[in-house]
Protein backbone atom coordinates (compact mmCIF):
# COMPACT_ATOMS: atom_id res chain seq x y z
CA UNK A 1 0.00 0.00 0.00
CA UNK A 2 1.29 3.41 -0.58
CA UNK A 3 2.40 5.73 2.31
CA UNK A 4 -0.58 7.72 3.82
CA UNK A 5 0.33 11.13 3.98
CA UNK A 6 0.02 13.11 6.95
CA UNK A 7 -0.43 16.79 8.72
CA UNK A 8 -0.20 18.45 12.11
CA UNK A 9 -1.59 21.59 13.50
CA UNK A 10 0.11 22.72 16.39
CA UNK A 11 3.12 20.73 18.42
CA UNK A 12 5.25 22.82 17.12
CA UNK A 13 8.86 23.66 18.77
CA UNK A 14 9.29 23.29 22.75
CA UNK A 15 5.34 21.47 22.52
CA UNK A 16 5.10 18.77 25.27
CA UNK A 17 2.72 16.64 23.01
CA UNK A 18 4.27 17.65 19.11
CA UNK A 19 7.36 14.94 19.64
CA UNK A 20 5.26 12.11 21.02
CA UNK A 21 2.80 12.44 17.89
CA UNK A 22 5.74 12.45 15.28
CA UNK A 23 7.45 9.90 16.83
CA UNK A 24 4.30 7.73 17.06
CA UNK A 25 3.40 8.53 13.41
CA UNK A 26 6.65 7.08 11.66
CA UNK A 27 7.05 4.36 14.05
CA UNK A 28 5.27 1.67 11.71
CA UNK A 29 6.13 3.36 8.71
CA UNK A 30 2.51 4.13 7.27
CA UNK A 31 2.24 7.70 7.43
CA UNK A 32 4.77 10.87 5.71
CA UNK A 33 5.05 13.61 7.36
CA UNK A 34 4.21 16.23 4.39
CA UNK A 35 2.31 19.47 5.79
CA UNK A 36 2.20 21.69 9.23
CA UNK A 37 0.94 24.73 10.52
CA UNK A 38 2.94 24.26 14.18
CA UNK A 39 3.03 27.23 15.69
CA UNK A 40 0.50 30.15 16.61
CA UNK A 41 3.60 32.26 15.31
CA UNK A 42 3.26 32.00 11.48
CA UNK A 43 7.22 32.59 10.58
CA UNK A 44 8.08 30.33 13.70
CA UNK A 45 5.95 27.69 12.07
CA UNK A 46 7.14 27.64 8.80
CA UNK A 47 10.93 27.67 9.97
CA UNK A 48 10.05 24.66 11.99
CA UNK A 49 8.25 22.26 9.79
CA UNK A 50 11.00 23.24 7.26
CA UNK A 51 13.43 22.04 9.60
CA UNK A 52 11.31 18.44 10.12
CA UNK A 53 11.71 18.17 6.18
CA UNK A 54 8.32 19.69 5.24
CA UNK A 55 8.72 20.95 1.84
CA UNK A 56 8.34 24.80 2.03
CA UNK A 57 4.69 25.22 -0.09
CA UNK A 58 3.18 23.00 2.82
CA UNK A 59 4.82 24.55 5.56
CA UNK A 60 2.19 26.55 6.22
CA UNK A 61 1.45 29.65 8.93
CA UNK A 62 -1.90 28.82 10.19
CA UNK A 63 -4.53 26.01 10.43
CA UNK A 64 -6.95 27.66 7.74
CA UNK A 65 -4.07 28.16 4.67
CA UNK A 66 -2.82 24.63 5.60
CA UNK A 67 -6.55 23.71 4.64
CA UNK A 68 -6.60 25.91 1.60
CA UNK A 69 -3.32 24.87 0.63
CA UNK A 70 -4.30 21.02 1.07
CA UNK A 71 -8.19 20.22 0.14
CA UNK A 72 -7.76 20.47 -3.39
CA UNK A 73 -4.59 18.69 -3.82
CA UNK A 74 -4.19 15.40 -5.54
CA UNK A 75 -1.83 14.15 -2.46
CA UNK A 76 -3.56 16.03 0.15
CA UNK A 77 -3.10 14.52 3.12
CA UNK A 78 -4.96 11.89 4.28
CA UNK A 79 -4.80 12.61 8.23
CA UNK A 80 -4.37 15.97 10.52
CA UNK A 81 -3.84 15.56 14.15
CA UNK A 82 -5.00 18.28 15.61
CA UNK A 83 -2.58 19.88 19.21
CA UNK A 84 -3.88 23.21 19.47
CA UNK A 85 -4.88 24.78 22.73
CA UNK A 86 -8.76 23.37 23.59
CA UNK A 87 -10.79 26.64 22.47
CA UNK A 88 -9.52 25.69 19.21
CA UNK A 89 -10.35 22.26 18.65
CA UNK A 90 -13.97 22.18 17.31
CA UNK A 91 -13.14 24.69 14.43
CA UNK A 92 -10.22 23.60 12.92
CA UNK A 93 -11.37 19.11 12.97
CA UNK A 94 -15.15 20.19 11.68
CA UNK A 95 -13.34 22.50 8.78
CA UNK A 96 -10.59 19.20 7.85
CA UNK A 97 -13.90 16.82 8.64
CA UNK A 98 -15.79 19.02 5.91
CA UNK A 99 -12.85 18.72 3.69
CA UNK A 100 -12.79 15.14 3.60
CA UNK A 101 -9.71 14.43 5.99
CA UNK A 102 -9.87 12.10 8.93
CA UNK A 103 -8.94 13.67 12.01
CA UNK A 104 -7.36 12.77 15.29
CA UNK A 105 -8.05 15.61 17.99
CA UNK A 106 -5.98 15.85 21.22
CA UNK A 107 -8.37 15.97 24.17
CA UNK A 108 -10.40 17.06 25.52
CA UNK A 109 -12.19 16.88 21.70
CA UNK A 110 -14.56 20.36 22.57
CA UNK A 111 -14.97 22.46 25.05
CA UNK A 112 -18.84 22.28 24.89
CA UNK A 113 -21.39 19.39 24.73
CA UNK A 114 -23.02 20.99 21.41
CA UNK A 115 -19.73 21.58 19.80
CA UNK A 116 -18.72 17.40 20.85
CA UNK A 117 -22.00 16.67 19.60
CA UNK A 118 -22.02 18.57 16.51
CA UNK A 119 -18.07 16.75 15.61
CA UNK A 120 -19.98 13.26 16.33
CA UNK A 121 -22.68 14.55 13.63
CA UNK A 122 -20.14 15.94 11.13
CA UNK A 123 -18.07 13.05 11.18
CA UNK A 124 -20.72 10.49 10.36
CA UNK A 125 -22.32 12.76 7.49
CA UNK A 126 -19.20 13.20 5.69
CA UNK A 127 -18.22 9.19 6.71
CA UNK A 128 -14.98 10.33 7.56
CA UNK A 129 -13.42 9.42 10.96
CA UNK A 130 -13.11 11.71 14.08
CA UNK A 131 -10.65 10.06 16.55
CA UNK A 132 -9.79 10.87 19.53
CA UNK A 133 -5.76 10.58 21.37
CA UNK A 134 -6.52 9.10 24.28
CA UNK A 135 -3.12 7.52 23.68
CA UNK A 136 -2.78 6.17 26.92
CA UNK A 137 -5.78 2.80 25.56
CA UNK A 138 -2.84 1.95 23.21
CA UNK A 139 -0.49 0.85 25.38
CA UNK A 140 -0.37 -3.83 25.15
CA UNK A 141 -1.38 -4.37 28.19
CA UNK A 142 -4.29 -1.97 28.92
CA UNK A 143 -5.57 -3.91 25.68
CA UNK A 144 -5.18 -6.98 27.67
CA UNK A 145 -7.00 -5.77 30.66
CA UNK A 146 -9.66 -4.93 28.30
CA UNK A 147 -9.69 -8.25 26.72
CA UNK A 148 -9.17 -10.13 30.01
CA UNK A 149 -12.35 -8.26 31.26
CA UNK A 150 -14.69 -9.13 28.17
CA UNK A 151 -13.85 -12.42 28.06
CA UNK A 152 -14.83 -12.72 31.67
CA UNK A 153 -11.37 -14.25 33.35
CA UNK A 154 -12.82 -11.32 36.75
CA UNK A 155 -16.70 -11.90 36.52
CA UNK A 156 -19.00 -9.30 36.43
CA UNK A 157 -16.79 -5.98 37.41
CA UNK A 158 -18.30 -4.54 40.91
CA UNK A 159 -15.93 -1.67 40.92
CA UNK A 160 -13.39 -0.11 39.20
CA UNK A 161 -10.84 2.92 40.89
CA UNK A 162 -8.91 5.27 38.72
CA UNK A 163 -6.29 8.35 38.82
CA UNK A 164 -4.34 10.53 36.96
CA UNK A 165 -2.46 12.52 39.67
CA UNK A 166 0.49 14.54 39.29
CA UNK A 167 2.64 17.46 41.20
CA UNK A 168 4.11 19.73 38.11
CA UNK A 169 1.37 22.78 38.71
CA UNK A 170 1.98 23.01 42.44
CA UNK A 171 4.40 25.69 42.08
CA UNK A 172 2.44 28.96 43.06
CA UNK A 173 5.66 31.32 41.11
CA UNK A 174 4.94 29.20 38.28
CA UNK A 175 1.16 30.49 37.60
CA UNK A 176 2.58 33.11 35.08
CA UNK A 177 4.06 30.07 32.58
CA UNK A 178 2.50 29.89 29.46
CA UNK A 179 2.57 26.62 29.04
CA UNK A 180 1.00 26.32 32.50
CA UNK A 181 -1.39 29.24 32.49
CA UNK A 182 -3.37 28.28 29.56
CA UNK A 183 -4.96 25.39 31.67
CA UNK A 184 -6.44 27.35 34.42
CA UNK A 185 -8.18 29.93 32.29
CA UNK A 186 -11.32 29.59 31.30
CA UNK A 187 -11.09 31.42 27.83
CA UNK A 188 -8.28 28.67 26.67
CA UNK A 189 -9.31 25.76 28.73
CA UNK A 190 -13.29 25.85 28.75
CA UNK A 191 -15.11 25.19 32.04
CA UNK A 192 -12.44 22.99 33.79
CA UNK A 193 -9.08 22.39 33.95
CA UNK A 194 -7.20 19.52 35.53
CA UNK A 195 -10.08 17.17 34.96
CA UNK A 196 -10.57 18.34 31.32
CA UNK A 197 -6.53 17.74 30.96
CA UNK A 198 -6.00 14.71 32.77
CA UNK A 199 -8.94 13.11 34.96
CA UNK A 200 -10.79 12.32 31.45
CA UNK A 201 -8.13 10.24 30.40
CA UNK A 202 -8.58 8.31 33.58
CA UNK A 203 -12.39 8.01 33.06
CA UNK A 204 -11.82 7.11 29.65
CA UNK A 205 -9.43 4.57 30.29
CA UNK A 206 -12.33 2.88 32.92
CA UNK A 207 -14.69 2.99 29.95
CA UNK A 208 -12.22 1.52 27.73
CA UNK A 209 -11.08 -1.53 29.95
CA UNK A 210 -14.59 -2.72 31.40
CA UNK A 211 -16.77 -2.09 28.34
CA UNK A 212 -19.24 0.33 30.31
CA UNK A 213 -20.30 3.87 29.89
CA UNK A 214 -20.55 6.69 32.54
CA UNK A 215 -24.46 6.83 33.72
CA UNK A 216 -24.05 9.62 36.38
CA UNK A 217 -21.51 11.08 39.12
CA UNK A 218 -20.77 13.44 41.87
CA UNK A 219 -18.18 15.37 41.52
CA UNK A 220 -15.93 18.39 43.82
CA UNK A 221 -13.49 20.22 42.69
CA UNK A 222 -10.68 22.28 44.28
CA UNK A 223 -8.50 25.11 43.69
CA UNK A 224 -5.78 24.95 45.69
CA UNK A 225 -3.21 27.58 44.26
CA UNK A 226 -6.04 30.45 45.00
CA UNK A 227 -5.00 32.24 42.12
CA UNK A 228 -6.45 30.23 39.96
CA UNK A 229 -10.08 30.17 38.59
CA UNK A 230 -10.56 26.42 37.69
CA UNK A 231 -9.50 23.47 39.61
CA UNK A 232 -6.28 21.71 40.16
CA UNK A 233 -7.74 19.07 42.13
CA UNK A 234 -10.95 17.10 42.16
CA UNK A 235 -12.42 13.76 43.12
CA UNK A 236 -15.17 12.13 40.94
CA UNK A 237 -17.65 9.24 41.87
CA UNK A 238 -19.48 7.64 39.46
CA UNK A 239 -21.82 4.72 38.31
CA UNK A 240 -20.91 3.07 35.14
CA UNK A 241 -24.04 1.65 32.61
CA UNK A 242 -23.54 -2.02 33.59
CA UNK A 243 -24.00 -1.43 37.31
CA UNK A 244 -20.13 -0.46 37.80
CA UNK A 245 -19.32 1.58 40.71
CA UNK A 246 -16.50 3.94 39.62
CA UNK A 247 -13.78 6.07 42.02
CA UNK A 248 -11.41 8.63 40.11
CA UNK A 249 -9.02 11.23 41.73
CA UNK A 250 -7.29 13.66 39.51
CA UNK A 251 -4.27 16.39 40.88
CA UNK A 252 -1.69 18.56 39.60
CA UNK A 253 -0.55 19.61 42.79
CA UNK A 254 0.05 16.31 44.13
CA UNK A 255 3.61 17.40 44.81
CA UNK A 256 5.75 14.00 44.67
CA UNK A 257 3.85 12.64 42.08
CA UNK A 258 4.97 12.28 38.00
CA UNK A 259 2.93 11.51 35.79
CA UNK A 260 0.01 9.21 37.93
CA UNK A 261 -2.11 7.17 36.03
CA UNK A 262 -3.62 4.07 37.19
CA UNK A 263 -6.33 1.83 37.06
CA UNK A 264 -7.81 -0.77 39.51
CA UNK A 265 -10.99 -3.08 38.57
CA UNK A 266 -11.85 -5.40 40.92
CA UNK A 267 -14.75 -8.26 39.73
CA UNK A 268 -16.29 -10.93 41.34
CA UNK A 269 -13.69 -13.56 40.92
CA UNK A 270 -10.65 -11.54 40.59
CA UNK A 271 -8.87 -7.86 40.19
CA UNK A 272 -6.84 -6.17 38.06
CA UNK A 273 -4.11 -3.33 38.21
CA UNK A 274 -2.13 -1.18 35.85
CA UNK A 275 0.26 2.11 36.73
CA UNK A 276 1.31 3.89 33.21
CA UNK A 277 4.90 4.66 34.69
CA UNK A 278 5.89 0.95 35.12
CA UNK A 279 3.40 -0.36 31.88
CA UNK A 280 4.98 -3.70 31.26
CA UNK A 281 3.39 -5.22 34.18
CA UNK A 282 -0.23 -5.99 34.62
CA UNK A 283 -1.22 -7.25 38.27
CA UNK A 284 -3.88 -10.09 38.73
CA UNK A 285 -5.30 -11.79 41.63
CA UNK A 286 -7.67 -14.10 40.69
CA UNK A 287 -10.08 -14.93 44.23
CA UNK A 288 -8.60 -16.92 46.63
CA UNK A 289 -5.20 -17.42 44.31
CA UNK A 290 -1.77 -15.83 44.75
CA UNK A 291 -0.84 -12.95 43.09
CA UNK A 292 0.32 -12.96 39.37
CA UNK A 293 2.46 -10.81 37.33
CA UNK A 294 1.89 -10.28 33.63
CA UNK A 295 4.76 -9.09 31.72
CA UNK A 296 4.68 -7.47 28.07
CA UNK A 297 5.48 -9.31 25.44
CA UNK A 298 5.57 -12.78 27.05
CA UNK A 299 3.07 -15.46 25.53
CA UNK A 300 -0.10 -16.77 26.00
CA UNK A 301 -1.51 -13.36 25.47
CA UNK A 302 -4.50 -11.61 23.86
CA UNK A 303 -4.63 -11.36 20.53
CA UNK A 304 -4.98 -7.73 21.34
CA UNK A 305 -1.99 -7.56 23.41
CA UNK A 306 0.28 -9.57 21.20
CA UNK A 307 -0.73 -6.77 18.09
CA UNK A 308 -0.44 -3.90 20.60
CA UNK A 309 3.31 -5.15 21.67
CA UNK A 310 6.14 -3.51 19.82
CA UNK A 311 9.40 -4.66 21.62
CA UNK A 312 10.63 -7.86 23.11
CA UNK A 313 9.96 -8.73 26.87
CA UNK A 314 11.72 -7.21 29.56
CA UNK A 315 11.99 -4.16 27.24
CA UNK A 316 10.78 -0.91 28.41
CA UNK A 317 7.46 0.61 26.71
CA UNK A 318 6.84 4.10 26.33
CA UNK A 319 4.10 6.45 25.51
CA UNK A 320 4.95 7.01 22.34
CA UNK A 321 4.62 3.15 21.51
CA UNK A 322 1.28 3.47 22.82
CA UNK A 323 0.35 6.65 20.66
CA UNK A 324 1.98 4.37 17.56
CA UNK A 325 -0.48 1.85 18.42
CA UNK A 326 -3.42 4.71 17.86
CA UNK A 327 -1.61 5.60 14.49
CA UNK A 328 -1.39 2.28 13.08
CA UNK A 329 -5.16 1.15 14.38
CA UNK A 330 -6.47 4.93 12.11
CA UNK A 331 -3.84 3.64 9.22
CA UNK A 332 -5.14 0.24 8.74
CA UNK A 333 -9.01 1.85 8.66
CA UNK A 334 -7.68 4.73 6.20
CA UNK A 335 -5.99 1.53 3.98
CA UNK A 336 -9.18 -0.71 4.59
CA UNK A 337 -11.22 2.60 3.18
CA UNK A 338 -8.98 2.55 -0.21
CA UNK A 339 -10.11 -0.83 -1.02
CA UNK A 340 -13.75 -0.04 0.42
CA UNK A 341 -13.42 -2.80 3.02
CA UNK A 342 -14.79 -2.71 6.07
CA UNK A 343 -11.71 -2.61 9.05
CA UNK A 344 -11.77 -5.21 11.61
CA UNK A 345 -13.54 -3.75 14.76
CA UNK A 346 -11.63 -6.34 17.15
CA UNK A 347 -8.11 -4.61 16.24
CA UNK A 348 -9.81 -0.87 15.16
CA UNK A 349 -9.46 0.26 18.99
CA UNK A 350 -8.62 3.90 18.42
CA UNK A 351 -11.28 6.32 20.97
CA UNK A 352 -13.60 8.28 18.17
CA UNK A 353 -15.46 11.30 18.20
CA UNK A 354 -18.62 9.34 20.25
CA UNK A 355 -15.86 8.75 22.91
CA UNK A 356 -14.82 12.72 22.75
CA UNK A 357 -18.94 13.82 22.73
CA UNK A 358 -19.17 11.14 26.41
CA UNK A 359 -15.93 13.06 27.79
CA UNK A 360 -17.12 16.65 27.28
CA UNK A 361 -20.92 15.87 28.54
CA UNK A 362 -18.91 14.18 31.74
CA UNK A 363 -16.75 17.59 32.11
CA UNK A 364 -20.08 19.26 32.17
CA UNK A 365 -21.94 17.09 34.68
CA UNK A 366 -19.03 17.58 36.98
CA UNK A 367 -18.86 21.08 36.81
CA UNK A 368 -22.56 20.81 37.80
CA UNK A 369 -22.19 18.68 40.48
CA UNK A 370 -19.37 20.54 42.07
CA UNK A 371 -20.63 23.92 41.67
CA UNK A 372 -23.91 21.91 43.61
CA UNK A 373 -21.40 20.17 46.43
CA UNK A 374 -21.31 17.23 44.81
CA UNK A 375 -25.06 16.21 43.72
CA UNK A 376 -25.30 13.49 41.65
CA UNK A 377 -25.88 14.45 37.70
CA UNK A 378 -26.33 12.60 34.71
CA UNK A 379 -23.44 12.34 32.66
CA UNK A 380 -24.60 11.39 29.14
CA UNK A 381 -24.36 13.10 26.30
CA UNK A 382 -28.06 14.69 25.02
CA UNK A 383 -27.20 12.53 22.18
CA UNK A 384 -26.93 9.18 23.76
CA UNK A 385 -29.91 9.45 26.03
Known amino acids: MKKLNWGMIGGGNGSQIGPAHRLAAGLDGHFSFVAGALD ?31 RNRADKIDLVTVATPNATHYEISKAFLQAGITV ?20 RASGVICAVNYGYTGYALVRHMRAMVARGDIGRVRLVVAEFAHGHHAD ?49 FASCLPSRVLEDDAMVNFRMDGGTVGRLW ?24 WSQEQPNQLFYMPLGQRLQVIERGEGNLSPEADRASRVTVGHAEGMPLAFGNIYRDLAESLFAARVDRAPDPAISLFPTAEDGLRSIAAIHAAVASAAQDGVWVDARPALFR
Not at 172 to 181: G, S
Not at 188 to 204: E, K, P, R, T
Not at 267 to 273: D, H, V
Request: hydrophobic share 40%; proline share 3%; charged share 25%.
Open 104 to 123: LCEKPMTVTEGEAEDLVLTA
Open 250 to 273: TSSVAIGRQHGLAIQVFGETGGLR
Open 172 to 220: EADANNPRVRWRYDPAQAGVSAQFADCGIHALHMASFVTGQDVAKLSAD
Open 40 to 70: HDPAAGRAFAQSLGIAADRAYGDWREMLEGE
